[in-house]
């Protein structure tokens, strides 16, 4: 069994400053990672993977995210937040054997002029 | 990496009516997912499309309710059947890539938002 927490509903921050938003999963095999990005009325947009190579990832728009095994934990991150990233992520974790994908509930970034 | 093309992008469907959500894919792929994602929600599962065979339905998901085509290996349908206002969500294709560099990675399209009055 597998399955993805994500820490914070909403998240918002300041135009230019850090951007964090927490990820735990549990899995019974070594996982696979992903963050996603869903703009309003968009599909979902692949930011990074994590499949058991470096463990920090980095992804588009200068996203990156480190898999913590220790901590159960892939934390998105980013710099400097900007206008265009408002928008709601989310994490998902897949697992071995005939396991598929599981969704975080989706944290929705706020970015304040 | 592919490109996933859903219609209807929208739709108002009236309570008990049907309607049928086309996927196309710009290239063949193996494996073929439709999700559900009630407002506000994260995404479910719904199933998968298994091509020249019935889909594989998630606990909660009937053959009945949400019948699935996969006639090839780039286009898929969904039907939303008997629809009620409990109904309205997004619906969304995806598509996991082939080969090594897309390997267990899901594509999705920007998905149908259906409202039932």
């Not at chain 1, 998240?11 to 927490?22: A, D």
């Not at chain 1, 990672?33 to 994590?50: A, E, M, R, S, T």
């Amino acid at each position: 069994a597998q399955s993805v927490t994500q820490l914070d509903s909403h998240v918002s921050v300041s135009e230019g400053t850090p951007v964090l938003l927490r990820c735990n999963y549990s899995s019974s095999y070594s996982p696979s990672l992903f963050w996603y990005v869903q703009h309003p009325n968009k599909g979902l947009q692949l930011l990074l993977k994590y499949t058991s190579a470096a463990t920090l990832v980095k992804g588009i728009n200068g996203f990156e995210a480190e898999f913590k095994k220790s901590e159960t934990s892939f934390h998105l991150t980013k710099p400097s937040a900007h206008m265009s990233d408002a928008a709601e992520y989310f994490c998902v974790v897949r697992g071995g054997g005939a396991d598929g994908l599981t969704f975080g509930k989706g944290t929705h970034l706020i970015i304040q002029p | 990496s592919a490109v996933i093309s859903q219609k209807p992008s929208r739709d108002i469907c009236q309570r008990g009516t049907s309607l049928t959500i086309q996927c196309q894919v710009d290239s063949q792929v193996t494996m073929m997912f439709w999700y559900r994602q009630q407002p506000g929600q994260s995404l479910t599962l719904i199933a998968t499309a298994n091509q020249g065979s019935e889909a594989t339905y998630e606990s909660g998901f009937v053959i009945d309710k949400f019948p699935i085509s996969r006639p090839n290996l780039t286009f898929s349908t969904l039907t939303v059947s008997n629809m009620s206002p409990e109904d309205s969500s997004i619906y969304l294709c995806s598509a996991e890539e082939d080969g090594t560099a897309g390997a267990n990675v899901l594509t999705f399209g920007a998905g149908s938002r259906l409202t039932v009055l």
